[in-house]
């Protein structure tokens, strides 16, 4: 049997070489010294094949440049691009007006605080510029990540984004190299708690009880009969409703020509338009008209979303923590309900009902929604009819792939 080659024959752009990786020390090394025309042994100055694949690129243009095969490039003797240099183009590029694809100004806030992560851990692992981000750095970074303790799917975010950011580096010409190879795995999220019925009746109890917290009542019932989202429901204004119609807009003016600081946009980007309950209906009816805004908070300022939060988890979670208690340590349970179970709990009540699914991902501004699918998934009531038919414990009725092979009585 013949030995395993020690080395790897690699066909380049323009020239064929051999890629070696030393014992000695696991550098890797490109060689030529086989060929009619010796280009000799050249270190490759890295122990990552998949850098040293990238370095061997340019030194195979290198070489064909300087025996005039191609015309010399503008780029070969291109400076190394500094993370901070090369994370200040990609945000300009994502700050671009929205018309040729720019982000959301929420967006480019993650996408900052992404990158002022990242930059820490390549300062302290010695990584200056881009050309040296390669799949070993991401994949340690991912690791550093996990040893922090952050969710895999926060994880598969940021890498993506990294690998998104190097691709538009090298695209434009910014840096020399390939593309990172490296799969990722899409991990589910954990979801929000969904409120029960039983839970959101207590709530809006408790509301009633206290009149001072009339406003939070309100602000319940707009939650949980749109399945809005807090940051929606601060910004409704009385000139998104029509009364006659029983219809509310939830506006997305992210295109508009005359942007101000009071511009809304929702996630989606898409202004959406839901029917009005009658609870909803009664809520909106008895609201003053102090303002623009519809909802207000305590004071009568205009409703923020942490001061809803806050008071939503003292004034009303809590007192009510002992009549929901966990049924198990692990588990999900009414403490840990937040201003988001009430989407969830739209979304589930909706799929209880049996609202078609497109409907409900309409009201709730979705194209193509993991959460709605989750709930019209648990009451899939076809799913469970069929599954009753099946006879899995032996009987007359039974039957398993096997059965007609068995020889008859006699055979």
């Not at 695209?171 to 390939?178: K, L, P, S």
């Not at 593309?179 to 109890?205: D, F, G, H, N, Q």
């Not at 979303?305 to 198990?328: C, H, M, S, W, Y």
């Not at 349970?333 to 409900?360: K, Q, W």
Request: proline fraction near 3%; aromatic fraction near 8%; charged fraction near 30%.
């Amino acid at each position: 049997m013949p030995r395993k080659p020690k080395y790897q024959t690699i066909l380049c752009q323009f020239y064929e070489w051999r890629l070696i990786q030393r014992k000695e020390n696991g550098v890797w090394y490109a060689d030529a010294r086989t060929t009619s025309k010796n280009r000799g042994r050249h270190s490759l100055g890295t122990r990552d094949k998949e850098e040293a694949l990238a370095k061997l690129a340019q030194l195979d243009r290198l070489f064909a440049e300087e025996r005039g095969v191609v015309a010399p490039s503008d780029q070969t003797d291109q400076q190394p691009l500094s993370i901070e240099n090369g994370r200040k183009l990609f945000d300009d590029h994502t700050a671009r007006p929205r018309g040729l694809g720019g982000t959301k100004l929420s967006t480019q806030k993650r996408y900052r605080a992404i990158f002022d992560k990242f930059e820490v851990f390549a300062a302290d692992r010695r990584v200056r510029d881009w050309h040296n981000v390669n799949k070993s750095v991401l994949t340690a970074y991912a690791t550093y990540l996990t040893d922090k303790g952050y969710a895999r799917k926060t994880i598969h975010g940021e890498i993506t984004l990294l690998k998104t950011a190097i691709k538009w580096l090298i695209a434009e010409g910014y840096i020399q190299t390939e593309p990172i190879k490296l799969p990722l795995k899409k991990a589910e999220c954990e979801r929000a708690y969904c409120y029960t019925s039983a839970e959101v009746a207590a709530m809006y109890k408790i509301c009633t009880s206290t009149g001072r917290l009339q406003w939070l009542q309100n602000t319940i019932v707009g939650l949980a009969c749109t399945g809005m989202r807090i940051e929606e429901l601060c910004s409704l204004k009385w000139s998104d409703i029509k009364f006659d119609k029983r219809i509310l807009t939830i506006a997305d003016e992210s295109g508009f020509a005359s942007q101000t600081d009071e511009s809304r946009s929702n996630k989606s980007s898409r202004t959406r338009h839901l029917p009005i309950r009658a609870e909803l209906l009664d809520v909106l009816e008895s609201l003053p008209r102090v303002d623009q805004y519809i909802f207000h908070g305590p004071r009568g300022g205009r409703l923020k979303a942490d001061t809803v939060r806050n008071v939503l988890v003292r004034e009303v979670i809590t007192p009510l923590t002992k009549r929901f208690p966990k049924q198990f340590e692990s588990e999900r349970s009414f403490e840990d309900g937040r201003l988001h179970s009430f989407r969830h709990y739209f979304c589930s009540v909706c799929a209880n009902t049996s609202i078609p699914e497109r409907i409900t991902m309409s009201w709730l501004g979705h194209a193509d929604s993991e959460m709605v699918r989750h709930y019209y998934h648990l009451n899939d009531a076809e799913s469970r009819r069929k599954m009753d038919q099946l006879n899995l414990l032996g009987g007359s009725d039974g039957c398993s792939a096997t059965d007609d092979e068995q020889p008859l009585d006699g055979e």
